[in-house]
């Protein structure tokens, strides 16, 4: 039995009067990659964000209902906890520029203030660097700064940063849209890797990407949740002709 | 119009022209057997040629729709079952063309009676006419034309399944006539394969449209 690990229930989310996401009700299994897609302004960027509580950032911003974390109301933690089990990854690679590569992936770390002992900080960066498959790639640099990588490697330097805090679950926002074809391959390797240890919910544009990584797929259009089935199903034989207008490019 | 619906439209055009072209041998081969015209038969077996061409360009036609544009959901299931279609139509070809050199290869023309006795003019209106339907119901995306093809195609195997008793009553009083019986007895099995893959098609048109799957399955 699958077990849920984020599920929104009745959530909707604003700037000022505009209200861009309209009483979504999603249940996100542990340990599976989910695709959100769909037209620009749908509001699939705005419910990510909503999902670790970075939407309340923005000014003017709110949001009713809930989002539960392993059944729990992140309204009710506290938001930086909530940023440390949900990660995020966004469209631009975005290491800190002027530190090292070692000090990248151990930044959240220093930045809640936390202070390691040497060997645990050397254990975090390989295991992190490990699990993104960078590693190999790295290890002999580590005191580089993470801005010599190439664009590839530097969205995994920004995905081990999160891995590194111990997440739960790992937001992704246009991951690969800034990347190259092989970069963006490698990175949707790693999504399958990743999916063993975290769950993956990642907004894409790419729908063949969608289609490649991901085991569930949700459509959104016009703030609300069209479609949310197994991505076999929605590639194949989608239920909502919203769905299949837009799969097929057919939206208008 | 997307490109991806530009390039099926063509697609369909092509697969309708094919099927024309496949009922016009099968018309043929079954003119050519029943008038005993020899130079019928010679066109159905050079056309031939043309009915391989059509499937290799539309199998190459697929093959670029799904490098290039990567169907989805309708799109994706129209382009199988055009694939599948395809292969089946030209197997009804294949049968065409296997009539026409039977014809080419008897010295005497059919005798009515053994014609009419075994049905084989019957059999051949049935496997002509549910070929028929199967294009009607895919150029008019006609899902109960397709499932009447299930009900038709019983016809031509219950004659199939007579046809060992029709010749062997026919030719103990015609023992004489026993290379045209056992041709026609070959001819009624190539049209009972007709049926066979008229209903494989039926099964693809309703996946196209439907997204279901029938075939194995014993009831329709």
């Known amino acids: 039995m699958e077990s849920t690990i984020v599920k929104s229930v009745d959530y909707n989310a604003y700037f000022g009067d505009n209200h861009v996401v309209k009483n979504v009700n999603i249940e996100i299994p542990r340990n599976h990659v989910i695709a959100v897609m769909g037209p620009s302004g749908c509001g699939k960027t705005t419910f990510l964000r909503g999902i670790n509580r970075m939407h309340e950032l923005i000014p003017n911003a709110t949001a009713k209902g809930q989002i539960l974390l392993n059944n729990e109301d992140v309204m009710q933690m506290h938001p930086i906890f909530v940023r440390l089990k949900i990660g995020m990854v966004f469209q631009r690679p975005n290491p800190f520029p002027n530190l090292s590569i070692y000090d990248n992936v151990i930044a959240g770390y220093k930045l809640n203030g936390v202070k390691l002992p040497k060997a645990e900080k050397d254990q975090i960066v390989e295991e992190s660097l490990t699990r993104v498959a960078l590693w190999k790639e790295v290890k002999d640099s580590l005191m580089k700064k993470g801005t010599f990588l190439s664009g590839g490697q530097q969205q995994r330097l ?35 890797e990743l999916k063993k240890n975290y769950t993956l919910i990642i907004v894409t544009h790419n729908m063949q990407q969608a289609a490649r990584v991901s085991d569930k797929t949700a459509f959104f259009y016009m703030g609300e949740l069209v479609e949310y089935d197994e991505t076999k199903k929605m590639f194949t034989n989608p239920k909502d002709n919203r769905t299949q207008n837009y799969i097929t490019g057919r939206f208008s | 119009m997307t490109q991806v619906e530009t390039e099926i439209q063509l697609l369909k055009k092509e697969v309708i022209n094919m099927w024309d072209l496949v009922r016009s041998q099968l018309v043929k081969a079954k003119n050519s057997m029943l008038n005993f015209d020899k130079d019928l038969a010679r066109e159905v077996v050079l056309k031939e040629r043309r009915v391989n061409g059509a499937e290799l360009k539309i199998d190459r036609d697929c093959e670029n729709i799904f490098a290039l544009l990567s169907p989805v959901a309708v799109d994706l299931r129209f382009v199988l079952a055009v694939l599948k279609i395809n292969s089946n139509l030209e197997r009804i070809g294949d049968i065409a063309e296997g009539i026409a050199k039977y014809v080419l290869s008897v010295e005497t023309p059919f005798k009515k009676e053994i014609l009419d006795a075994t049905y084989v003019t019957k059999m051949y209106d049935e496997a002509i006419n549910i070929l028929e339907d199967t294009l009607a119901a895919f150029e008019n995306e006609d899902t109960i034309l397709a499932r009447s093809v299930f009900k038709k195609d019983e016809f031509l195997d219950d004659i199939n399944i007579r046809a060992n008793k029709l010749i062997e009553d026919y030719l103990k009083e015609h023992p004489e006539d026993i290379d045209q019986a056992l041709y026609i007895l070959s001819v009624i099995r190539k049209l009972e394969r007709v049926g066979d893959q008229s209903k494989n098609i039926s099964e693809e048109i309703i996946f196209y449209l439907e997204a279901k799957v029938l075939k194995h399955k014993h009831s329709h």
């Open chain 1, 158 to 192: 920004c995905i081990a940063r999160a891995v590194a805090m111990q997440p739960e679950v790992l937001l992704f926002d246009e991951p690969t849209s800034a990347l190259d074809p092989i970069s963006t391959s490698t990175v949707e390797e790693l999504f399958h």
